[in-house]
C-alpha cells in the first residue's frame, strides 16, 4: 500500500531557482496538507486543500503555492527559492470532516530541500 | 506563547524505565488530542488518540485534563525501540479544522 507519496525525497537549489514538490494519495481522502519542518519547531502548515480545486493558505503560505488539479494529487510550488525555504517538507492527507475523520493525519517520508 | 508547548528534552532512561511526557495547550476550542511518533529523519506517525476518559494501549498510557489543559502520555517498561520523538497534536475546531503540533519531546532509551 503506497499511501501518501512525495517525490523528490531529496534536492538542493539555488538562491532564485524554481521547483515543484509533488504529493500523491491513493487512499481517496479529501483533504490535503503541505507542512514545514524546523529545527526546534512544531510542523507548520503551509498551505491546505479541503477538495479537488481548492487550496487555502495555512500558517507560513509566503514564498510557495499550490494547485489541486485532481483529487489525488497536491502540488507544492517554490517559484524563487531561498535560503530560509531549507527545511524538510511533509505532505499529510486525512478523510474529509464527518463521523469516520478520526483526525489522523497520513503523511509521507518527507522532502528534504537545501537553497543554498 | 505557543498553542502547543511540549518539554524538548531529551529524556535518556534505561530500559524497563517508566517515562512521561506532559503537553499543553492554549486554546479552549481545543477539540480533539493525539499523540503521534517521529523517528529520526522520519514521517510521523499516530500513536495514539487521547480521550478525556484516559486510554492505554499497551505499555502507552494517555490522559487529557480539559480544566488543567494538558495531555500526559506515559511510557511504561522503555524498549530501546521506544526511542523517538513525541510530538502532542490538538485540533481546534474554527468552523472547519486546524491541527496544531507541538515540537515534540526526544527520548532516547539506553540498553
Known amino acids: 500500500n503506497a499511501g501518501v507519496t512525495q517525490t523528490p525525497k531529496f534536492r538542493v537549489l539555488k538562491t532564485g531557482q524554481s521547483m515543484t514538490l509533488l504529493c500523491a494519495q491513493d487512499m481517496n481522502h479529501e483533504y490535503m496538507y503541505w507542512y514545514r519542518q524546523d529545527p526546534g519547531m512544531g510542523l507548520r502548515l503551509i498551505h491546505y486543500s479541503v477538495g479537488e480545486g481548492t487550496t487555502a493558505k495555512g500558517e507560513v503560505p509566503d514564498g510557495y503555492n499550490v494547485s489541486r488539479l485532481k483529487k489525488q494529487n497536491f502540488l507544492l510550488g517554490l517559484e524563487s527559492a531561498a535560503p530560509s525555504q531549507t527545511s524538510v517538507y511533509f505532505c499529510?492527507?486525512?478523510?474529509?470532516?464527518?463521523?469516520?475523520?478520526?483526525?489522523?493525519?497520513?503523511f509521507g517520508e518527507g522532502s528534504r530541500l537545501t537553497v543554498l | 506563547r505557543k498553542e502547543v508547548e511540549q518539554d524538548p528534552g531529551p529524556f535518556n532512561v534505561p530500559e524497563g524505565a517508566t517515562v512521561a511526557f506532559n503537553c499543553t495547550y492554549s486554546?479552549?476550542?481545543?477539540?480533539?488530542f493525539f499523540w503521534y511518533r517521529q523517528d529520526c529523519r522520519k514521517e510521523p506517525k499516530l500513536l495514539m488518540s487521547?480521550?478525556?476518559s484516559g486510554n492505554e494501549d499497551g505499555r502507552f498510557t494517555a490522559q487529557l485534563n480539559r480544566a488543567s489543559q494538558y495531555i500526559s502520555l506515559l511510557i511504561r517498561d522503555s524498549k530501546l525501540s521506544d526511542s523517538a520523538t513525541y510530538l502532542c497534536?490538538?485540533?481546534?475546531?474554527?468552523?472547519?479544522?486546524?491541527?496544531?503540533f507541538g515540537a515534540g519531546t526526544r527520548l532516547f532509551v539506553k540498553a
Open positions: 486554546n479552549s476550542a481545543s477539540q480533539s
Open positions: 499529510a492527507s486525512s478523510p474529509g470532516q464527518g463521523v469516520t475523520n478520526t483526525g489522523e493525519l497520513f
Open positions: 487521547v480521550y478525556s
Open positions: 497534536v490538538v485540533n481546534i475546531r474554527t468552523g472547519g479544522f486546524k491541527t496544531i
